[in-house]
C-alpha cells in the first residue's frame, strides 16, 4: 500500500522555537507539496518542490523554508514558529511522469500547536 | 483552475447510493474534473478524476454531462465510513500543480 507519512500527528511548540515537520513518501514521487488547511480558509500551498534540491514557493511561504536532500523526503522548516503557524499542516506528492494522472497523495496531517 | 460549486451539505441512508452534484460551467477543453474527500481529522484522500467519458473505478463512478458543464459524483453502497468532506476540483493535468479545494459537500451517511 502506497504511503505519504508524516512525523507526528500531534505537536506542541513554543513561540520562536525552531520546528521541523518531516515527510515521506514510498511511492518514488517527483513532486512533493507542503500545505496548511485552516477552518474557513480551505488548504493553502506553501512550498512545493518537483525534484531533489528543488524548490518553489507557494501562496504562503513566509516564515516557512523547506529542504529535500533526498527524493522520498520533504522536510517544512519554521524558523521561528508563531502562534499564527497554528494549522493542520498537509504534506502530498505525486508522480512527475507525463503517464501519471496526477493525483496528489496526502500524509495523514500534523496538527500544530504554538503556544 | 475554473470555479467549482457544489451542495454545501447532503445526507444519504447507509447501503443507499449518494450522489453528490458538481458544476464547472466555465471548464476549459483541457481541464479534467477530478474529486477528494477528507474524512475528519485526516488528510484527503483522491477518489477518481475525467475528462469526458464517465469513469468508475473501485472507490466511485463519475458520470461528466456531454457539454462538460457539470458532474456527479456516485457512491454506490454508500457506508458510515464515507461520512467525509466531498471536494470537486477542475484542473488542468500536468505537472506539479496546488490543489484549490473549495468548501465542498459534507456527506452525512446515516444509519
Known amino acids: 500500500d502506497v504511503k505519504v507519512t508524516q512525523s507526528s500527528r500531534y505537536l506542541v511548540k513554543r513561540t520562536g522555537e525552531k520546528v521541523f515537520l518531516e515527510c515521506v513518501q514510498d511511492?518514488?514521487?517527483?513532486?512533493m507539496f507542503w500545505y496548511r488547511q485552516d477552518p474557513g480558509l480551505g488548504l493553502r500551498l506553501i512550498y512545493f518542490?518537483?525534484?531533489?534540491?528543488?524548490?518553489e514557493k507557494g501562496d504562503i511561504p513566509e516564515g516557512y523554508s523547506v529542504s529535500r536532500e533526498k527524493k522520498e523526503r520533504f522536510s517544512l522548516i519554521l524558523e521561528s514558529a508563531s502562534t499564527n503557524q497554528t494549522s493542520m499542516y498537509l504534506c502530498?506528492?505525486?508522480?512527475?511522469?507525463?503517464?501519471?494522472?496526477?493525483?496528489?497523495?496526502f500524509g495523514p496531517g500534523t496538527r500544530l500547536t504554538v503556544l | 483552475d475554473a470555479k467549482t460549486t457544489q451542495p454545501t451539505s447532503m445526507d444519504c441512508a447507509e447501503g443507499r447510493a449518494a450522489n453528490l452534484p458538481c458544476n464547472h460551467s466555465?471548464?476549459?477543453?483541457?481541464?479534467?474534473v477530478y474529486w477528494y474527500r477528507q474524512i475528519h481529522s485526516q488528510g484527503p484522500q483522491y477518489i477518481i478524476h475525467g475528462l469526458k467519458n464517465n469513469e468508475t473505478n473501485e472507490m466511485a463512478s463519475l458520470i461528466i454531462t456531454e457539454d462538460r458543464k457539470s458532474s456527479t459524483l456516485i457512491l454506490p453502497h454508500a457506508t458510515l465510513r464515507d461520512t467525509a468532506v466531498y471536494y470537486c476540483?477542475?484542473?488542468?493535468?500536468?505537472?506539479?500543480?496546488?490543489?484549490?479545494f473549495g468548501q465542498g459537500t459534507r456527506l452525512t451517511i446515516n444509519p
Open positions: 518542490s518537483y525534484d531533489v534540491k528543488m524548490k
Open positions: 511511492m518514488d514521487h517527483e513532486n
Open positions: 466555465t471548464i476549459s477543453g483541457n481541464e479534467y
Open positions: 502530498a506528492s505525486s508522480s512527475g511522469r507525463l503517464s501519471s494522472y496526477n493525483e496528489q497523495f
Open positions: 476540483i477542475v484542473r488542468v493535468y500536468q505537472g506539479a500543480q496546488k490543489l484549490v
